[in-house]
């Protein structure tokens, strides 16, 4: 009997010391599955137990179980049949992926728009697809629309700057059979990007406007959108009588920088504005009365290659070719012709004219 109590316990400490060992190791498997390079400390059993008190070992988070009698080791938590679980780590997963969904998805719907007329429509902030278009064309249009606006509605500039302002190509080359806007290009120095827009759930897309923006347009049914408070979008005209304080503290601020300059004497405005096409009309028919001119002074003298010189005479395109010219220009209320557009149909008679000399020349 006694031999069997001694040998119980040389096969107890033997085992206590094989689960020390084990449990050694600087790298051990975490209960997750990784490693770790830290030793856990329930792999040492508590010095106030003993494992004839019932003290146990936790190995990679099993419970150990000793049965002193037959010094079998068993585990704590062992089960009949299948003790693997697989779907068990999905099922976590597949929860906690469900549970972090629904948060992202009430936050989108957080930020999408609504607008202020229909709270039941939403709108998404986006951009549309208008990139790597030539804006050349545009650009200079709109340069040409700003400058007729300054002319026609001026209130501020001298006459002098507003001849500036006024489309005189530089002077142009009159004796060059050119067209001045009409030449080819194969490079472009502005191209387009893509624009802020909004689309809605109406189906309708939006442009997107700005406070600058409204600030400094005077035309209250400008399309598109602008946010205001509560992620609510308004049209501009709604916007400005939603908040029209903001619009009081951007106007109230200009006139003390406008009034200040005293406006110039005379103050003139220039408008009604000549195209290309009545520029032509015009030469022509200037072209046409000086020849008839020539040709009446000259009676039946005119040899055959007079005659043909003349009947090769041409008007100049490209002096014909404008944009920013004003036929009219109004001073404190007195309307008159515009001494850029007459000055450019004097200089254009004085080319026919030359023309008409070389011919009559050429017999001398």
């Known amino acids: 009997m006694n031999i069997r109590k001694h040998w119980k316990k040389v096969l107890l400490s033997s085992t206590a010391f094989f689960w020390a060992s084990c449990g050694g190791d ?11 390079n830290e030793a856990p400390a329930t792999l040492i059993p508590d010095s106030n137990s003993t494992i004839d008190d019932g003290g146990m070992v936790a190995l990679y988070g099993v419970q150990a179980v000793i049965d002193l009698d037959s010094g079998a080791i068993s585990s704590s938590d062992s089960c009949d049949g299948d003790c693997t679980d697989p779907a068990s780590s ?19 719907s957080d930020k999408k728009f609504r607008l202020a007329s ?3 429509i939403t709108c998404v902030h986006t951009l549309d ?12 249009q709109a340069n040409v629309n700003w400058k007729k606006k300054q002319l026609a509605e001026n209130q501020t500039r001298t006459l002098k700057e507003l001849r500036d302002l006024e ?26 990007t893509p624009s802020p827009i909004y689309k809605c759930s109406d189906g309708n897309i939006y442009s997107y406007n ?17 946010e205001g408070d509560g992620r609510l979008l308004y049209t501009p005209k709604d916007y400005r009588e939603k908040y029209p304080e903001k619009f009081l503290s951007s106007s109230s601020a200009e006139p003390n920088s406008s009034n200040s300059v005293p406006p110039p004497s005379p103050l003139c405005q220039k408008d009604d504005f000549a195209t290309t096409p009545e520029m ?25 290659s007079d005659s043909s010189c003349l009947s090769h005479i041409r008007i100049s395109s490209s002096y014909a070719s404008v944009e920013v010219l004003p036929k009219k220009q109004i001073c404190n209320g007195d309307t008159t012709v515009n001494p850029t557009f007459q000055e450019r149909i004097e200089v254009h008679k004085e080319f026919i004219l030359k023309q008409i000399k070389d011919c009559l020349d050429k017999e001398n």
């Not at 697809?129 to 200079?140: F, K, Q, S, T, V």
């Not at 409204?214 to 598109?224: A, E, F, T």
């Open 167 to 192: 489309d005189e190509d530089n002077e142009p080359t009159i004796d060059m059979e050119v067209c001045l806007y009409g030449t080819f290009s194969t490079s472009c120095t502005h191209v387009s």
């Open 129 to 140: 697809d208008d990139g790597g278009r030539c804006l050349d064309a545009e650009d200079h």
């Open 26 to 36: 600087s790298e051990s498997v975490s209960a997750a599955g990784g490693t770790t």
């Open 90 to 108: 999905e099922d976590a997963a597949v929860s906690s992926s469900s549970e972090s969904a629904e948060p992202s998805s009430s936050q989108s």
């Open 210 to 226: 700005t406070l600058h923006s409204l600030q400094n347009d005077d035309d209250p049914n400008k399309g598109g959108l602008i």
């Open 118 to 120: 229909d709270t039941s």
């Open 280 to 304: 032509e009309k015009i030469f022509n028919e200037d072209m046409q009365a000086l020849l008839d001119s020539t040709k009446n002074a000259a009676g039946g003298n005119l040899s055959e």
